[in-house]
């Protein structure tokens, strides 16, 4: 084995090539735009020179001999003609040609002045860093900008003004990059270091280029198209534009052209060389293709979500990963995932053979990669990798052995990694199980739908196939969907029932009467076998459900009715269901109290089974019934409906008072409100409370078997204000947390008197979504409607990139094995974690309740 | 107070937080647990900080 030194790096420095490093650095003096001769070989001296590394597999590098793949690449470069500015080093330019004096380049402080703060630097460097260390210097420059007669020759300093982005004037003079290297290079070492630079390694003028380093070939390898027709790359494009001006310019300042037609051309060198570092400098129109496509530069390369940084090295792609459409299926497991036949026979596990097994794999060999369960390749133990055809699968066979690794496709039972983009939080991948299924889409539990934050509209997501021992035991064992029931935001239960499911739990605890038979049904079809509690020929819903609950289960808690009483009316004793019903703050997502229970109590791998059984009871029961949600469920009766005209009247009349009382000058201001907000909060108190109490006269009055009621108590879907808006009355529609207000002069809509203040002109929908609303309404309706749209389409991408950037600052925080919390450099974070020890995901709400576990130890 | 508590109290001292034990000893007290009840519940209330 080849032994490794390994080295630690201490620091690193950035510096600015000097010409002389960068003839130094280079292996070729590029001097020709051509490319290629005629027999397609690359030309000496053009920006293809087989000096610079090689593309092509038929030829040898004429610096170091490797081939390609053996040899990296070498620079080479360019002498331009005159001067240009790189135009990165623009800010820095102007400041230092502010702060020296244009005559005798020197700072614009006199020299006691310039060693202080020479010391001075070096000082704040060695104590606090170089951050600091900029920022005095920042300061210095500052002190110097502002002087206009240089204290050594005395000579009056002129501003300098830019125009973008590399132009400079002096006093309306145009400044030339040869003007500003030559004032430069008159710059004394000891000014520079007041300037920032540390002169061992980069100097003022090396930020204006007289040599242009040419980066190797193989940085920016040609393609050879379907057509035999080569195809650049955009850099060689740029540079050979570089080259092309470069000897225009050198071939007229020879011939001694004007000056004006030199300088156009020294304008488009520079032109060039800047959009070679940067082709998306505002004020510079990019260089584009033939097709109108702009080039992409080196800045391009590396910067933003698709350059090098956040798209090669951050991200990876991978091999024995899907990607598909997900939908429902309330029949499989929460921990598995259907994936469609072709997905299975297309990734495959890594099989070792062993005298055990030969024969079960060579079973697979046998069906070969067409024929599902079948097998793609197989590796021989020398590692070559062999394809299984119908021609050599009779040979593979017969050449099997232990030692043999089979890639055989995918079956029921193997692990995958599933996952949905963003991934937020760790539940957002997890690992389910293959089961396959016939279909084109992966499917999946809709009660495991919460933690990736997946809807059936069109989502998709990945699936990854971990190809080794150690991978498939840390997914199975660390992140299988069992082991995330429990969320560490707070401790709930991020996995539960869902909708029908819930719904069908209500209804079959609410006082449902089955026949036995139907009920052994029903429990044999999710899974249970034993019933020996159900003893009668007719038997209560409740004891169906207890039949899912072990012997020895206890629990108190409370339905959504009775919580507000905090009254604990679900209670279980030794396994059965003696009182409550069953709705989501017993079984739901992230309140299922029960479910909580069960978990602490017996375990992730039974909590997953008992909420599947739970689920599927609940489907089950609503399949036996019937359910549906009708616009029938928001008929009222007639006297309610007058009931309810009355009520909107009256709280127009109040309104209308309130509105007179203000125009006459008589409303009394609340503390810290103006009249006028004191009006709109008592307006809109008073239209709150009307729609409230519609709500809960619909509540009071509503029908138990209303199945839009039945899901709202059960807390499935809806609530009680939701059946209100389409029955009663939709209320008051808020912009901003006001009234509207807004439209035209004096009036939001041309159909109202000017300053209206009543109810209907400033958005109160009286009506309600059954009945239709008013043209008024509707348009106010839709103001409100497209306020809420804007305003999650614009904060989404806002929170986004928030979570982005913390996520990125806490990447590397580690719970160690001494309980501390601690980054990457080991330094620590929190002494305990949280500050408390406490494991969220194991307290309730990130409480730790004592009083709870001396009740659960007595059994009370 | 009963010895046992005083004991569980000293033995857990490093190991939970001052007002988690204080919160326990007013409880168990109350409550007249026995040592062996006292010992399942502190150990359930362990169970809920890290290890």
């Known amino acids: ?860 | 107070m009963a010895d046992f508590i005083e004991n569980i109290n000293d033995e857990y001292k490093d190991k939970l937080p001052k007002k988690i034990l204080k919160e326990f000893k007013d409880e168990a007290e109350s409550k007249g647990l026995n040592k062996k009840q006292a010992e399942e519940a502190i150990s359930l209330i362990k169970q809920e900080f890290d290890k």
Request: net charge positive; hydrophobic share 35%; aromatic share 8%.
């Open chain 1, 1 to 860: 084995m080849q032994d490794y030194v390994y080295k630690k790096i201490g620091s690193i420095v950035f510096g600015i090539l000097s010409h002389k490093d960068i003839e130094k650095m280079a292996t070729a003096k590029i001097v020709t735009p051509e490319l290629y001769d005629k027999e397609g070989y690359p030309v000496d001296g053009g920006l293809m020179d087989i000096r610079l590394g090689v593309i092509d597999p038929g030829l040898r590098c004429k610096t170091c001999g490797g081939k390609l793949k053996e040899c990296m690449g070498h620079f080479g470069y360019i002498e331009l003609a005159r001067p240009v500015i790189c135009v990165k080093y623009m800010p820095v330019i102007i400041d230092i040609l502010k702060c020296i004096c244009k005559e005798c380049c020197k700072l614009l402080i006199s020299d006691e002045e310039r060693n202080r703060y020479r010391e001075l630097l070096v000082k704040v460097e060695k104590e606090r860093g170089l951050e600091a260390k900029r920022k005095v210097v920042k300061y210095v420059m500052g002190q110097m900008k502002i002087i206009k007669k240089c204290p050594h020759c005395k000579e009056k300093q002129y501003s300098i003004k830019v125009e973008k982005p590399t132009t400079l004037y002096e006093n309306d003079k145009r400044l030339t990059p040869i003007n500003i290297k030559a004032r430069f290079e008159r710059i004394s070492n000891e000014d520079a270091e007041v300037l920032g630079f540390n002169i061992k390694y980069a100097r003022p003028e090396f930020m204006l280029l007289t040599l242009l380093s040419i980066p190797p070939v193989t940085m920016r390898p040609s393609i050879t198209l379907e057509s035999g027709e080569r195809s650049e790359d955009d850099l060689t494009h740029k540079l050979g534009d570089i080259v092309r001006i470069n000897q225009r310019l050198f071939e007229n300042i020879n011939a001694g052209a004007p000056e004006i037609i030199i300088e156009d051309l020294w304008d488009l060198l520079q032109y060039h060389v800047t959009t070679y570092f940067d082709n998306t400098i505002s004020q510079v129109p990019p260089a584009r293709h033939r097709s109108g496509q702009p080039l992409k530069t080196l800045i391009e390369r590396i910067k933003s979500k698709e350059g090098r940084f956040r798209h090669n090295l951050a991200g990876k792609r991978v091999n024995f990963a899907a990607r598909a459409v997900i939908s429902p299926d309330p029949k499989i497991r929460f921990n598995e995932v259907g994936i469609p036949l072709s997905v299975a026979m297309e990734l495959t596990v890594p099989e070792r053979v062993t005298e055990w097994n030969i024969e079960w794999l060579k079973e697979f060999v046998k069906k070969g990669p067409k024929n599902y369960v079948g097998a793609n390749y197989i590796i021989r133990p020398d590692g070559k990798k062999k394809k299984i055809t119908d021609d050599t699968v009779e040979q593979l066979i017969l050449e099997l052995a232990p030692g043999y690794i089979i890639e055989r496709h995918l079956i029921d039972g193997d692990i995958s990694i599933f996952n949905r983009q963003p991934s937020l939080h760790r539940m957002s991948i997890m690992c389910h199980k293959i089961k396959v299924l016939p279909g084109r889409s992966f499917r999946l539990n809709p009660g495991a739908c919460k933690p990736y934050n997946a809807d059936f509209d069109g989502d998709e997501m990945n699936l990854h196939i971990p190809q080794g021992e150690e991978a498939r035991a840390e997914a199975d064992i660390l992140m299988q969907v069992q082991s995330h029931i429990m969320t560490p935001k707070n401790g709930y239960n991020i996995i539960g029932c869902i909708e029908d499911a819930i719904t069908g739990n209500y209804l079959l605890t609410k006082g449902t009467i089955l026949k036995k038979e139907e009920a052994i049904q029903m429990l044999v079809s999710v899974g249970v076998e034993t019933f020996d509690d159900l003893t009668k020929e007719e038997v209560d819903g409740r004891d169906v459900f207890s039949c899912l609950l072990p012997t020895d289960f206890n629990f108190r808690g409370y339905s959504r009715f009775a919580k507000k009483d905090l009254k604990e009316d679900v209670v279980i004793k030794n396994g059965r269901l003696i009182s409550g019903i069953i709705d989501d703050h017993s079984i739901g997502e992230e309140n299922g109290l029960l479910i909580r229970e069960f978990y602490r109590r017996y375990g992730e791998d039974k909590t997953l089974d008992f909420i599947g059984k739970v689920f599927g009871l609940g489907i089950k029961m609503l399949l036996r019934r019937g359910f549906t949600t009708s616009i029938g469920d928001t008929d009222l009766p007639k006297e309610m409906n007058l009931n309810i005209g009355n009520m909107l009247e009256e709280a127009r009349n109040e309104v209308n008072k309130f509105i007179g009382v203000y125009h006459k000058g008589e409303l009394e201001a609340l503390p810290g409100k103006t009249i006028r907000e004191t009006l709109e909060m008592n307006i809109l108190q008073v239209l709150n409370k009307v729609r409230n109490k519609i709500g809960d006269l619909i509540a009071e009055t509503a029908n138990e078997n209303n199945h839009t009621i039945i899901m709202s108590r059960s807390g499935a879907q809806g609530n009680i204000l939701n059946l209100a808006q389409m029955a009663a009355c939709v209320g008051q529609q808020a912009l901003g947390g006001k009234r509207i207000d807004r439209g035209y002069k004096f009036r939001t809509l041309s159909l109202f008197g000017k300053d209206d203040l009543g109810s209907e002109a400033r958005g109160f929908v009286a009506r309600a979504f059954k009945s239709g609303l008013k043209p008024s309404e509707f348009f106010f309706h839709a103001m409100t409607g497209r306020d809420a749209l804007m305003d999650t389409a614009l904060r989404t991408p806002k929170s986004g990139y928030l979570y982005r950037r913390l996520a990125n600052a806490l990447q590397d925080l580690k719970l160690e094995y001494d309980n501390t919390v601690r980054d990457a450099n080991k330094t620590i974070i929190q002494f305990k974690y949280g500050e408390d020890g406490i494991d969220v995901s194991r307290s309730e709400g990130g409480i730790i309740s004592v009083a709870k576990a001396i009740k659960d130890v007595l059994g009370e």
